[in-house]
């Protein structure tokens, strides 16, 4: 029996996608089938600074964004996730800069239309050594990295383009434009339903 073919019958038995390829699925499954936890907890937590932004997210979205802080090390990019969930009354307070509050404009997003505001979104930050880059070529590599990983990047937005944010869609939002998909997430979030539903 050839490597592949092996894999592929680890994956039939295991119920995933078949196709003779170890990925981070099949790895997920395998830690899954024989440790026994959800693959969330194989994924090493990363520095300081990113998991307290990091915590602040839905338990869906927290490994994912630890993976891409590891998939972007692994391509020699140093990331660090800056920010994840902000209230409704912290959105407010940044939609007032630059209208009634000094500074520039920082987001069009009032409270509560804004993904943070569900946890389900989160920033980052590129770095080298200890110094931020606020504006680098590798925000776009880091893009490709998050959506192969499964996450919408903001690099990809056409009304305001926003390359260091990433989050994660819930599966009944996929056909909604992001105006009827912030919409249901604010009756969710009041209803107190679960998001990834
Ligand atoms: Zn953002």
């Not at 959800?38 to 307290?52: F, H």
């Not at 912290?90 to 505001?117: C, D, F, I, M, W």
């Not at 930050?125 to 499964?150: P, R």
């Amino acid at each position: 029996m050839k490597t592949d073919e092996m894999i592929s019958a680890i994956q039939t038995k295991l119920g995933i996608q078949v196709d003779g390829r170890a990925g981070p699925e099949t790895w997920g499954a395998i830690y899954t089938h024989i440790v026994g936890l959800p693959l969330e907890t194989a994924v090493d937590t990363v520095d300081a600074r990113s998991e307290k932004s990091i915590v602040t997210l839905l338990p869906e979205v927290q490994p994912l964004a630890r993976a891409l802080v590891h998939k972007a090390a692994f391509s020699g990019i140093q990331i660090k996730i800056l920010s994840g969930l902000r209230t409704y009354a912290e959105q407010e307070e940044l939609y007032a800069r630059g209208r009634t509050k000094p500074g520039n404009k920082v987001t069009n997003a009032r409270g509560g239309h804004s993904n943070h505001n569900f946890a389900i979104a989160f920033d980052i930050g590129v770095f080298e050594g200890n110094k931020y880059l606020a504006d680098s070529a590798k925000y776009k590599a880091v893009g490709a990295l998050g959506m192969d990983i499964g996450l919408e990047w903001g690099g990809n937005w056409k009304t305001i383009m926003d390359q260091p944010h990433f989050q994660l869609r819930p599966a009944w939002a996929n056909s909604l434009s992001e105006k009827a998909m912030l919409a249901e997430l604010r009756t969710r979030t009041a209803d107190k339903m679960a998001i990834y539903v």
